[in-house]
């Protein structure tokens, strides 16, 4: 018997602000506001039909307030759980919970960050873990390196193949109009470039942007009336097993474990099924540990899998297909641009980085250091 929440929404709008670095003067919520607003004609509605509103941010305290009062609407539920990264992924869960218990009917799942412009520092609204914080780690960096040294270590990952992360997410970012990064980039330059925090360097790690995205998602039935085909959210899963990395049960190990197969349940699908899939690449480190968490290799086998190209452009398994955030953008939590692409590459039309044949996308959003995971699986039309 099928899950009942399998496919009761489906996504109808998706749209980005503003990336990279914006006009002076614009705020985090100017631009949440500006996706939202750009989501909403995508889907073809007005935004004072959205009764609901999911959000998370750390510029703001109550940012479902915020945000509600800066688009003038009145939502008749409001969710602004905070899983750092993870929270948009996760809040498709929660809107899949609010629709079919009639809490609301329209929803808007929102994000906005001017990371770039404030100086390019990791806005954060967690006090530091005091009994780490006497080691002085560079948060959150130290705490994938602690993780990328691990998989090395016990199962002999190299630097190459990290590299390699980096190398396939720069090749998509080739084909993707508005990247923020474009120029060439080789496994001798992702060595040769500076490093952070050992065994990573600059090029192991994410994007500093500017940028906000916003989905919105409806009954499915409603969906089939709009203006686009409709995405339907197939299963959603999400787990957490620590807050401080020094609280991980295992560093080569994350709740992905438990989240996708959450997911994979709901939707009644395995790893074979999937055409495409999004992953949250704040470092080099993350896509391997995914891949393996997921079930797409063996656990430790991660570092060779995405090795020779086989997450490239023309490989068997196209991740992050605009460039993730390792090359197209990264405004301080990144899980609603990973929906957002996925959106798009299941609707096609995205030219020369367009999947061929993509009807099943798989998203994961990771929040904190590997801390909270979420995964969803999105689907075309024909796969209800």
Request: glycine fraction near 12%; aromatic fraction near 6%.
């Given at each position: 018997?099928?899950?009942?929440?399998?496919?009761?929404?489906?996504?109808?709008?998706?749209?980005?602000?503003?990336?990279?670095?914006v006009?002076?003067?614009?705020t985090?919520?100017?631009?949440?506001?500006?996706?939202a607003?750009?989501?909403?004609?995508?889907?073809?509605?007005?935004?004072?039909?959205?009764?609901?509103?999911?959000?998370?941010t750390s510029?703001?305290?109550?940012?479902?307030?915020?945000?509600?009062e800066y688009l003038?609407?009145?939502?008749?539920?409001?969710?602004?759980?905070?899983?750092g990264?993870?929270?948009?992924?996760s809040?498709?869960?929660?809107?899949?919970?609010?629709?079919?218990?009639?809490?609301?009917?329209?929803?808007?799942?929102?994000?906005?960050?001017?990371?770039?412009?404030?100086?390019?520092?990791?806005?954060?609204?967690?006090?530091?873990?005091?009994y780490?914080s006497?080691?002085?780690?560079?948060?959150?960096?130290?705490?994938?390196?602690?993780?990328?040294?691990?998989?090395?270590?016990?199962?002999?990952?190299t630097?190459?193949?990290l590299?390699s992360?980096a190398?396939?997410?720069?090749?998509?970012?080739?084909?993707?109009?508005?990247?923020?990064?474009t120029?060439?980039?080789?496994?001798?330059?992702?060595?040769?470039?500076?490093?952070?925090?050992?065994p990573?360097?600059v090029?192991?790690?994410?994007?500093?942007?500017?940028?906000?995205?916003?989905?919105?998602?409806?009954?499915?039935?409603?969906?089939?009336d709009?203006?686009?085909?409709l995405?339907p959210?197939?299963?959603v899963?999400?787990?957490?097993?620590?807050?401080?990395?020094?609280?991980m049960?295992?560093?080569?190990?994350?709740?992905?474990?438990?989240s996708g197969?959450?997911?994979?349940?709901?939707?009644?699908?395995?790893?074979?099924?999937?055409?495409v899939?999004?992953?949250y690449?704040?470092f080099?480190?993350?896509?391997?540990?995914f891949?393996?968490?997921?079930?797409?290799?063996?656990?430790?086998e991660?570092?060779?899998?995405?090795?020779?190209?086989?997450?490239?452009?023309?490989?068997?398994?196209?991740v992050?297909?605009?460039?993730?955030?390792?090359?197209?953008?990264?405004?301080?939590?990144?899980?609603?641009?990973?929906?957002?692409e996925?959106?798009r590459?299941?609707?096609?039309?995205?030219?020369a980085?367009?999947?061929?044949?993509?009807?099943?996308?798989?998203?994961?959003?990771n929040?904190?250091?590997?801390?909270?995971?979420?995964?969803?699986?999105?689907?075309?039309?024909?796969?209800?």
């Amino acid at each position: 018997m099928s899950d009942p929440s399998r496919g009761v929404i489906s996504i109808v709008g998706a749209a980005e602000s503003d990336l990279g670095r914006v006009a002076d003067g614009l705020t985090s919520l100017d631009l949440a506001g500006q996706a939202a607003l750009r989501a909403a004609d995508d889907a073809g509605i007005g935004i004072h039909e959205v009764d609901g509103i999911f959000c998370a941010t750390s510029h703001y305290a109550m940012s479902g307030l915020e945000l509600a009062e800066y688009l003038g609407i009145r939502p008749r539920y409001s969710d602004s759980n905070n899983l750092g990264g993870a929270s948009f992924v996760s809040h498709l869960l929660h809107a899949i919970a609010a629709i079919r218990a009639g809490l609301c009917t329209t929803a808007l799942i929102a994000y906005g960050s001017t990371q770039l412009s404030d100086g390019g520092k990791l806005v954060t609204a967690s006090a530091p873990n005091l009994y780490e914080s006497a080691y002085r780690p560079r948060y959150p960096v130290s705490m994938y390196a602690l993780a990328a040294a691990r998989h090395m270590h016990e199962f002999g990952t190299t630097r190459e193949q990290l590299a390699s992360v980096a190398v396939a997410a720069r090749e998509w970012a080739r084909l993707t109009p508005g990247a923020f990064s474009t120029e060439p980039l080789t496994i001798v330059d992702v060595l040769a470039s500076r490093m952070v925090s050992d065994p990573l360097t600059v090029a192991d790690c994410c994007l500093v942007t500017d940028g906000g995205g916003a989905i919105i998602v409806t009954t499915t039935e409603r969906a089939r009336d709009l203006r686009q085909p409709l995405i339907p959210v197939l299963g959603v899963g999400e787990a957490h097993w620590h807050r401080s990395i020094s609280q991980m049960p295992s560093l080569t190990t994350t709740a992905a474990l438990d989240s996708g197969v959450r997911a994979f349940a709901m939707a009644g699908l395995d790893v074979a099924d999937v055409d495409v899939v999004e992953l949250y690449d704040a470092f080099t480190i993350n896509v391997p540990l995914f891949l393996e968490d997921l079930g797409f290799c063996a656990k430790g086998e991660g570092g060779a899998f995405v090795s020779e190209g086989r997450i490239a452009p023309g490989g068997t398994l196209p991740v992050n297909t605009n460039g993730g955030g390792l090359s197209y953008a990264h405004p301080g939590m990144y899980g609603i641009f990973l929906l957002v692409e996925a959106v798009r590459q299941l609707r096609g039309g995205t030219g020369a980085r367009q999947v061929a044949g993509a009807e099943v996308a798989l998203v994961q959003a990771n929040g904190a250091v590997l801390s909270a995971q979420a995964t969803a699986l999105l689907g075309s039309a024909g796969t209800l």
